[in-house]
């Protein structure tokens, strides 16, 4: 008899799977058919749905028995001792709770906690010994991703998402995001996705991302918050000490800023930079205005 649960990565399963590919962490488990991958780092629902969805997979939910007994096993291996998100919500419409994949509240096997899924919220949690609760979507959790066997293999950049693009000079891929987000709220984006807000660690890097940028846009001097976009370069303190995002000083990297600035214009806590595509930056308030952004991520995740 089989046994429930493999942790394997190997030829046989992935002829068995449609030839799908066996990314790091993801582990094939022959109950649930598919490949299963805990995040231990607690992230809002919305953003584990958003890294799911980036790594080509789906929150997870107990949609049968086995999914269910997968699932739980799955923390009981990686020593979860607390809930993990499951992808089951009713933010749609209040009471009526579904899956990420649309599948009814009703047609999952749900082991309710004692009193009948105990707590309150919008989104759906497992505990480690299979019971599920109501909890608060907004609350960082660990979660669970799921993959089905597809007719689909990961690009260059170890990824379903075709807008990411490898660059030989640097080793790394790039993604523009055209729809604009607060600074904030691009730095969760890219995360989710696997990589960060783009570094200018020197000119080099600094041309490169102006040949991405310059094609659809046009180059100019003047500060205009439409055609710049977000990276990872941030102030911290009182005099707004500038540094990457991965704790770089701006003396160590590419520092050529727009004539005048950083200036925190009207005292606006003008805290993030953006680039523009003459390549000159601009320091720009965290969350006023949403702008485009450039995510990078290495290869290798």
């Excluded at 041309?207 to 940028?213: F, G, S």
């Excluded at 949403?290 to 290798?300: D, G, L, T, V, W």
Aim: a negative charge; charged letters at 20%.
């Amino acid at each position: 008899m089989f046994k429930l649960f493999y942790f394997v990565c190997l030829p046989v399963l992935l002829s068995l799977a449609d030839h799908a590919r066996c990314e790091s962490d993801y582990y094939f488990n022959l109950e649930a058919g598919g490949w299963l991958k805990l995040y231990t780092a607690p992230r809002a629902w919305e953003e584990a749905l958003l890294k799911c969805d980036h790594d080509g997979a789906v929150l997870a939910s107990p949609l049968n028995k086995e999914l269910a007994h997968a699932l739980q096993l799955q923390m009981l291996q990686f020593g979860v001792r607390g809930k993990v998100f499951l992808g089951t919500h009713d933010l749609f419409s209040k009471g009526h709770f579904v899956s990420v994949e649309g599948v009814p509240l009703f047609d999952m096997d749900i082991k309710w906690a004692q009193g009948d899924g105990v707590g309150t919220g919008d989104c759906l949690t497992m505990s480690v010994d299979g019971s599920v609760h109501f909890s608060s979507c907004t609350d960082p959790l660990p979660f669970i991703c799921y993959r089905k066997p597809v007719n689909q293999t990961v690009n260059e950049c170890n990824t379903y998402d075709n807008d990411y693009h490898y660059n030989e000079q640097t080793g790394n891929c790039y993604k523009i995001h055209h729809n604009k987000q607060t600074w904030s709220r691009a730095y969760s984006i890219c995360a989710s996705e696997g990589g960060h807000l783009v570094i200018l660690d020197n000119a080099e890097k600094a041309r490169i991302v102006q040949d991405l940028i310059r094609p659809s846009l046009p180059s100019t001097d003047a500060p205009n918050p439409t055609n710049g976009f977000y990276i990872g370069l941030v102030a911290w303190g009182k005099n707004r000490s500038w540094s990457t995002i991965h704790g770089e000083r701006i003396e160590k990297v590419y520092n050529k800023w727009l004539k005048g600035e950083p200036n925190n214009a009207g005292n606006e806590n003008e805290i993030r930079a953006m680039c523009y595509p003459n390549g000159k930056l601009n320091d720009h308030p965290k969350e006023k205005y949403p702008n485009k952004f450039i995510c990078e991520k290495s290869p290798q995740y």
